[in-house]
């Protein structure tokens, strides 16, 4: 696969200017994080298939999801809601 020079768009470059200008980054900042992003857009291109390689399965069980937190939490906001009531008069 060939390198493409890639095209940069004048609100792009404005971007990076004004951080530069700023001193928000150094320029080596800068051009660190446009080299990285390359790199992981290169990965990226490299090995998108094997993405789709693996077997399906269960999705992994979100923390997030887990019944018994979510049970508790609505018991705490409904705690809260019961102290804002009693102590606001409402």
């Known amino acids: 696969m060939s390198e493409k020079k890639r095209k940069i768009t004048g609100a792009q470059k404005a971007k990076v200017a004004l951080e530069a200008v700023k001193g928000l980054k150094t320029i080596n900042e800068?051009?660190?994080e446009q080299n990285q992003v390359s790199q992981w857009k290169k990965?990226?291109?490299?090995?998108?298939g094997s993405l789709f390689e693996g077997k399906r399965g269960p999705k992994p069980i979100n923390a997030e999801s887990n019944p018994d937190r979510l049970y508790a939490k609505i018991g705490q906001l409904n705690m809260e809601l019961d102290w804002l009531?009693?102590?606001?008069?409402?």
């Open 43 to 48: 990965e990226l291109l490299e090995n998108a």
């Open 30 to 32: 800068i051009a660190q």
């Open 85 to 90: 009531n009693t102590h606001t008069g409402h």
